[in-house]
């Protein structure tokens, strides 16, 4: 019996490659991400403007021209609307999970139980009764 010639490269598939849920996962993430930089950005600045137009209410002449406050409200309303806290939603950085996300660890109870039990969290272990 002759030898099979051994290949010395593997061919590559010639079809396309199949869409996975990895796709939608990182869209997701790079729109949070983007929400929480401009966030970041334009608290300080939200802040800031929203009290100077609150004191300029308290202390401006009901009869002085109001330019001041509209340029604030102007400058408010222009704002990012991803600026604000409640827009912001934590997921888990592991698996995508929304819902019971541990905030300091910022991964699911699904996958802190599982890093838990391999050991990969210092300082957790199984409770014995």
């Known amino acids: 019996m002759a030898k099979k010639a051994k290949k010395i490269f ?15 996962w990182t869209v997701w993430r790079q ?10 950005l334009n608290e300080m600045k939200k802040l800031v ?17 109001n330019d001041l406050s509209m340029r604030l409200q ?5 704002l990012d609307k ?3 806290t409640p827009k ?20 699911s109870r699904h996958m802190f139980r599982k890093f838990a039990r ?3 969290l210092p300082g957790f272990i199984k409770e014995r009764c």
């Open 10 to 24: 593997k061919e590559k598939s010639k079809l396309a490659p199949k869409a996975s849920l990895n796709r939608k």
């Open 31 to 40: 729109a949070e991400m983007k929400n929480r930089q401009a966030n970041a």
């Open 49 to 65: 403007l929203l009290s100077l137009w609150k004191d300029h209410q308290k202390t401006a002449n009901k009869n002085f021209n």
């Open 74 to 78: 102007y400058r408010i309303w222009n």
């Open 82 to 84: 991803r600026a604000s």
């Open 88 to 107: 912001l939603k934590n997921y888990c950085h592991y698996i995508g999970r929304a819902r019971s996300v541990n905030r300091k660890l910022f991964m």
């Open 118 to 120: 391999f050991g990969m």
